[in-house]
């Protein structure tokens, strides 16, 4: 866009208008009073029933996970592939699932 002297005129021309011709805002008193009546309280998220069931059973099958894992590596004897992927993946999960229940129970606090 130029910046010429046209331009520059409407500009001026404009917001002598709006200054002139716009409705006063309301008193920030007011409006800070109304809105916060209107707002729910803030409640601190906790963990429901619901995820605590679901951590429940997330940390059994990641423990049954480990626990059969271990034995077959053990009884086996050797070290495979798959033995180790899905022994990491119990213990990722068994981490993740506590993080996920632990992080919003010590924000609370």
Not at 18 to 30: G, R, V
Not at 52 to 59: D, E, K, R
Not at 75 to 90: E, I
Request: proline letters at 6%; one cysteine or more.
């Amino acid at each position: 866009m130029k910046n010429d002297k046209a331009t520059q005129n409407l500009d001026r021309h404009i917001a002598s208008i709006l200054k002139n011709e716009a409705p006063l805002p309301p008193s920030k008193d007011w409006f800070t009073r109304k809105t916060l009546n209107r707002l729910p309280d803030r409640q601190p998220r906790t963990v429901s029933t619901f995820e605590l069931a679901a951590f429940v059973i997330v940390l059994a099958v990641s423990c049954a996970i480990v626990i059969s894992q271990t034995k077959i590596m053990i009884d086996n004897g050797d070290l495979t592939a798959a033995n180790t992927v899905l022994l990491a993946s119990g213990l990722v999960m068994s981490i993740c699932a506590t993080l996920y229940i632990s992080i919003p129970l010590l924000k609370k606090y």
